[in-house]
Structure formats: C-alpha cells, structure tokens
C-alpha cells in the first residue's frame, strides 16, 4: 500500500520552472511550500495554486532559514515526502571578468543552496521516519566543461558531485527510504535565458535543443515515480556532452564550430521573437 502524500518544497518557485513543479506537485496531492527570495512572487503562486499551498519567503543561502522552511511543511501538511532544489543564478561571462561577489553569489545559491536544501530535507526525513525523495535540478553545465559560464558550471559540477556523494552516503549509512535525484537540462526557455539572446557568454546554453519548462517538469514527474541518480536532457545531450568531458582537447578543437552555430541559433530566436513581439 503506497503511504499517504504530505508536504513538499520547492526552491525558486516564484516562477518558471520552479513555478511550474510546485504546480506539479500540488496536481499530485501534495501541500507545496511555494519558497522564493522574493516574498511577492512566493505568495502570487501560492495564490494560484490555492488551498494546496503555503508561500514562503527563503533565501537559500541561509542554513538557518532553509531549515525552517523543513520544520514549516511539517507544521502545515503533517510531514515532508519531496524536496525540489530549483533556486539557481547564472552570470555569464570569463571567470576573471567577474567581480568575486559574482562568483560567490553563484556557488552560493547553486551549490550551497542544493546542499542547505538536501541536508535540511535528510534530517527532516529521518526524523519522521518516513523517508522521502530530493530532487536536484542542475544542468548539463555539471557534466561537462562550459566556456562563458565557467563559475556555474562550477557551482553545478559541485551540486551533482554533492547528490552522487550523498547517495553513497546514505547506502552506506544503510537509509534505503530516502532517494537523491539530479536532472540535468540543456537550456531552458526560462526568465533565465530571457535576456541572454545578445550575450556571446552564453552561446552554449544555445548550443544543444532549448528545452521548454513543461519538458523538465515532466522529467520531475518521471523521477517522483521511478527515482533515478541523474536524468540528462534530452538523453542524447546527456551523452555528447559526457564524451566532450572525457576528451578535453577534442573538446576544445570542436568548440568553434559549436560556438558559431550556437550564436547562429541566439540570433534566429531573437529575430523570430522580435517578429512576434513575444517572448
């Protein structure tokens, strides 16, 4: 007999992706914890939502507040069953370029944000006894060497090195009921690509197919129902870019050619949008 469905919380999930699986959530029977830095936009989904969610103001960064966010879900819905760590940034541009604040921000809220919110969701877990599943949403920039965003790939390196690591850890400390799961999308037509059509730094997120959110949700929803350690996509990408890993300098010889057409693709997105007037 499958046990009853409690609280979830998701990161970021103000809008975009993190919007759109707080609503997956909620579809499922879940009372969602609708976190964001930005208090409004927590409370105007939550809103849409309805009865199935509770806003919440959280700044990942914070140990402390990531925390209470855990100890709320258990206060409004009687227990945490799924975690979804979606709060991400990115800054592109050369590494050296970039102020230290920069760099930091990112590895804050990618990486230190991932392992506040995988931590805070464990202790949760194991102290109802109930098990539970994290979901880490990184990026393909974890698996592979991407020139322009280099600090956030960083970060996301960091965040799946820390999922894979703390799945061993709990197999060895014998915790079978709690699962990590890390999905890694190519670019995805989110706020967060919105203003990177003219951004040379960014080509990369261009590079491979531009994912729609509706595409990750679903990859959520596949890992909810059959967890699995990383989910790349699409599996393809996934593939390309774990060999280009592999082999750094043909990595680096192809990378031209990669750039180029991905700049090609920017421009043709930025012209077909400038034509509709939409995003």
């Not at 979606?86 to 800054?91: E, F, K, M, S």
């Not at 599943?133 to 960091?158: D, F, Q, R």
Request: net charge neutral; charged share 20%; glycine share 10%.
């Amino acid at each position: 007999m499958s046990r009853a469905r409690r609280g979830a919380v998701v990161t970021g999930a103000g809008r975009g992706l993190g919007r759109q699986t707080a609503e997956l959530l909620a579809d499922r029977g879940y009372h969602v914890l609708v976190t964001d830095l930005d208090a409004d936009l927590a409370a105007a989904t939550a809103a849409q939502i309805g009865s199935h969610a509770t806003p919440m103001a959280l700044d990942v960064r914070d140990a402390d507040q990531v925390q209470a966010a855990a100890d709320r879900i258990v206060e409004v819905a009687g227990g945490l069953d799924v975690w979804v760590n979606n709060a991400g940034v990115l800054v592109t541009g050369q590494a050296w370029t970039q102020e230290a604040s920069v760099h930091r921000l990112m590895l804050e809220v990618n990486a230190l944000g991932t392992i506040h919110g995988t931590v805070a969701a464990i202790r949760t877990m194991r102290q109802a006894a109930r098990g539970g599943h994290v979901v880490n949403i990184a990026s393909l920039a974890g698996l592979t060497p991407v020139p322009g965003e280099a600090v956030y790939a960083a970060s996301k390196h960091a965040a799946v090195g820390f999922s894979l690591s703390t799945v061993a850890d709990l197999w060895l400390a014998g915790i079978d009921d709690i699962d990590i799961s890390c999905i890694c999308p190519d670019g995805i037509w989110t706020p967060m690509l919105y203003d990177k059509l003219d951004d040379p730094a960014s080509a990369l997120s261009f590079s491979g197919k531009l994912l729609s959110p509706d595409e990750v949700v679903a990859a959520v929803g596949k890992v909810l129902d059959a967890p699995r350690e990383i989910t790349s996509l699409p599996k393809w990408r996934g593939a390309q870019v774990r060999i280009g890993a592999a082999s750094p300098r043909v990595g680096r010889a192809l990378m031209p050619l990669i750039i180029k057409a991905a700049r090609h693709k920017q421009r043709k997105i930025k012209d077909r949008i400038e034509r509709s007037g939409t995003a």
